[in-house]
């Protein structure tokens, strides 16, 4: 049974640290079936020739909620519509909540609060001196993740990931989120939003209520 500490990224106590020997993915805070899973897609990425690496696994709603306010304050690079790095520091607060959340999950709607998903990339593929981005255009036709994008839109079914986030709904396109399908789930089915709100109510930071008024609205489509 999922708890409520658990799906809203309070509660890490059930998640386990793993570390494969192809250094897929070093150490992790992570579900064990998402883990397993994900240590089987490595090993076949490798025998296609992807040297899959973890960018990214379990946020802590604390974690989460930090993100998104750095971004608010202007401590962090907030991207718009087209990737673009953007100055918010004019906006109103409502209008920066809404350029923030484009490429933030509100916290206590993240899927990386289970521990059933992932951010990948396959470091040999990533230029010499490129720093990996996480943006859509890394997957483009002729960008060095493109090969990547192929070989995920083959090969996750077969592991039991999907991609959630299509650019399709309200989150931004993602290709490189992956989301242990079948243990996500129970956390989704687990997940009440009233307990989310009355959570992320008790912080008083200036953008929370437009962050309250609008996972109301679309908390379905968030953890989709
Ligand atoms: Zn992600």
């Not at 020739?49 to 974690?63: N, P, T």
């Not at 912080?203 to 437009?210: I, L």
């Amino acid at each position: 049974m999922v708890t409520r500490e658990q799906y809203l990224g309070l509660d890490d106590s059930k998640l386990v640290n793993f570390k494969d020997a192809s250094n897929c993915m070093s150490i992790l805070n992570a579900d064990r079936d998402a883990v397993k899973a994900l240590a089987l897609l490595c090993e076949d990425a490798y025998e296609h020739g992807f040297e899959l690496r973890v960018a990214s696994a379990y946020r802590s709603f604390y974690k989460q909620f930090k993100i998104f306010d750095d971004k608010f304050k202007g401590k962090r690079v907030v991207l718009d519509a087209d990737e673009k790095p953007i100055d918010i520091s004019n906006l109103s607060d409502e209008e920066k909540f809404n350029e923030i959340r484009r490429f933030s999950a509100i916290p206590g709607f993240s899927r990386h609060h289970f521990g059933t998903d992932f951010d990948i990339y396959a470091i040999n593929l990533l230029p010499e001196g490129q720093s990996l981005q996480l943006t859509a255009s890394e997957y483009q036709r002729g960008s060095y993740f493109y090969p990547l994008g192929l070989y995920l839109a083959q090969s996750l079914q077969k592991f039991g990931f999907i991609r959630p986030y299509n650019g399709k709904g309200l989150i931004a396109k993602e290709p490189w989120h992956i989301s242990y399908q079948k243990k996500a789930m129970e956390f989704i089915k687990a997940f009440d939003i009233n307990e989310a709100i009355e959570y992320l109510s008790s912080f008083k930071e200036p953008w929370v209520p437009y962050a309250i008024e609008y996972a109301k609205e679309h908390y379905k489509e968030l953890l989709a």
